[in-house]
């Protein structure tokens, strides 16, 4: 099974995170930031991994350290459970829509850090969370995980279901992206033989 765990300490956060990539999508959350819990418990369920976050952050200040900080315990423990990625199929890609919104996520775990964020949040929050984090949480998941992340909105207006239906999109497309290759088992997904 490939499931690791992580511990992150800073000035700013505290953060124990467990994932298992083979899992079926259970979550156990406690962030500090209640927004953040239901795209998490949705990432989990949509990815069929197993997740469990637990976070003791600075939100007397704001969410943005916490939000920040998980994204990059999550993007470090997606690196680590793939290991060398033999066998894995590298890309996954997912246009899924909710609603009235439409949201494409691609993937590709090349080894090299790139996200292209094409979002257009239209309210700076929804509850009290900050909209703009959602691009922070995904600028830290792939500079740790090492994945070229592209999301696009196709459409849509509803910032909740904006950020809801990203959350669900990128977690489908990792679950494809990270999914083993049964034929291709001994093989790293790359002609150079390394990723």
Same mark, same amino acid.
């Given at each position: 099974?490939?499931?690791?765990?992580?511990?992150?300490?800073? %000035?700013?956060?505290?953060? =124990? @995170?467990?994932?298992?990539?083979?899992? /079926?999508?259970?979550?156990?959350?406690?962030?500090?930031?209640?927004?953040?819990?239901?795209?998490? $418990?949705?990432?989990?369920?949509?990815?069929?991994?197993?997740?469990?976050?637990?976070?003791?952050?600075?939100?007397?200040? =704001?969410?943005?350290?916490?939000? *920040?900080?998980?994204?990059?315990?999550?993007?470090?423990?997606?690196?680590?459970?793939?290991? =060398?990625?033999?066998?894995?199929?590298?890309?996954?890609?997912?246009?899924?829509?909710?609603?009235? $919104?439409?949201? @494409?996520?691609? #993937?590709?775990?090349?080894?090299? %850090?790139?996200?292209?964020?094409?979002?257009?949040?239209?309210?700076?929050?929804?509850?009290?969370?900050?909209?703009?984090? #959602?691009?922070?949480?995904?600028?830290?998941?792939?500079?740790?995980?090492?994945? !070229?992340?592209?999301?696009?909105? @196709?459409?849509?207006?509803?910032?909740?279901?904006?950020?809801?239906? $990203?959350?669900?999109? #990128? !977690?489908? /497309?990792?679950?494809?992206?990270?999914?083993?290759? $049964?034929?291709?088992?001994? *093989?790293?997904?790359?002609?150079?033989? #390394?990723?």
């Amino acid at each position: 099974m490939r499931t690791v765990a992580i511990q992150r300490k800073t %000035a700013e956060t505290d953060i =124990d @995170l467990k994932l298992n990539l083979d899992g /079926s999508g259970k979550s156990t959350l406690d962030t500090g930031c209640g927004f953040l819990d239901h795209m998490l $418990t949705l990432f989990a369920s949509h990815g069929r991994f197993d997740l469990s976050v637990t976070c003791k952050g600075d939100t007397y200040v =704001d969410d943005h350290h916490t939000v *920040e900080d998980i994204g990059i315990a999550l993007g470090q423990a997606f690196f680590e459970a793939l290991g =060398d990625k033999r066998g894995i199929h590298r890309y996954g890609d997912t246009v899924l829509p909710m609603d009235e $919104t439409l949201i @494409l996520s691609a #993937v590709d775990f090349s080894g090299r %850090a790139y996200l292209g964020f094409g979002l257009e949040i239209p309210t700076q929050k929804v509850g009290t969370f900050d909209t703009e984090l #959602v691009e922070e949480f995904w600028l830290g998941f792939i500079r740790k995980a090492e994945c !070229a992340l592209h999301i696009r909105q @196709l459409a849509g207006k509803n910032s909740h279901h904006i950020i809801e239906g $990203t959350f669900k999109s #990128v !977690a489908r /497309s990792l679950r494809q992206a990270v999914r083993i290759d $049964t034929e291709f088992k001994d *093989e790293i997904p790359s002609t150079k033989g #390394v990723l």
